[in-house]
């Protein structure tokens, strides 16, 4: 039931604030994190092994942030696909983590399987409770997404990043790496963020015209920094599949060791930038591009629009949010680019061509 929604990824987008809610009534009182007590501790793991595929493992590359970040704690990421082929090491103090929405992903599964016997614990995170992934870990978190039927994933996107970043929370607790206050106030803002979903939501009609114009694009480059760096790698794989408009993510940082030489006039280049530490070279980045005829679509907070500039082709202010949790709320108007692309170039957008929304072929 589309809900009065004219595609089923237009109403997953839209009832992320309720869905982010209650998913967090299943992991959050107050400001106590409820996770299974099967979970090892923390404080007594060595490293973190991420593996997934597709928006599942840009999901766990913004977790390598949080982990290490917050927690203290090395993260390595791999791709389901490459990992389960490598046969890299694992050594005894190693929690590894699986991603899927759908949980029945046959690389993601592989990956796990090869993990058995090797990592202290098999952790997955999924949406589907009863799959096989869910089924063969020793711990499996539900995401609460509810079902997702677009083929490209929006709410189990985010609902992954939320799931993750409790996790990473309640690994720093224990690890020690956070402070009482610190925790506390994440937690307070993360509540709050439902609320703020709906603000990203209404800048829907900016998003539709960007689109627009951006449809008309053979070639588009998305560009962020830190956490933002894997939500750029999201955009674009949202824009590919639903609008099959080639579209590539770099860290902006990398910008002028190649991908530059792709600008032009007919490249619009999508930012991701909330004002933060870096963002000044961001914007240095920004003008490399408008120097070069590149129209950027800049994607930030008051603040930001305000350091950017006046030569910004399109600038979407979002409210202001804790930089932890950017992620999360960068990730919607990311997922309402390419839906109104998709739109405006009247591809299947539920459907997309030659893609499945489970993919249990290697
Ligand atoms: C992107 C998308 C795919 C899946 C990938 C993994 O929108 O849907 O990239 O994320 O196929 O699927 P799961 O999460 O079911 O393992």
Known sequence: DKAGFKHFMAKEIAEQPTVLADALRGYLNGNTIFLPDTLPDFAKVDRLVMVACGTAYYACLTAKYWFEQIARLPVEVDIASEFRYREPPISKGTVA??????????????ALRYCKGKAETILSVVNV???????????????????????????????????LLLLALNA???????????????????RALPGLFNAALDRDPVMADAATQIAEARDVLFLGRGLMYPLALEGALKLKEISYIHAEAYASGELKHGPIALIDKTVPVVVMAPRDALFEKTVSNMQEVMARGGRVCLITDAAGAEAAGDDVWRTVVLPEVDPILTPL??????????????????????????????????
């Open 172 to 190: 720093a607790n224990q690890r020690g790496t956070i402070s009482d206050t610190d925790l506390a106030s994440t937690l307070s803002n993360l």
């Open 97 to 110: 983590i699986f991603v899927s929405q759908s949980g029945e992903t046959a690389d993601t599964l592989a």
């Open 129 to 163: 409770d009863q799959s096989s992934i869910a089924r063969e870990s020793d711990v499996a978190l539900p995401i609460h997404a509810g079902v997702e039927v677009g083929v490209a994933s929006t709410k189990a996107f985010t609902c992954q990043l939320n799931t």
């Open 329 to 362: 709320l960068y990730a919607l108007p990311a997922q309402l680019l390419a839906y109104h692309a998709a739109v405006a170039k009247g591809t299947d957008v539920d459907q997309p061509r030659n893609l499945a929304k489970s993919v249990t072929v290697e």
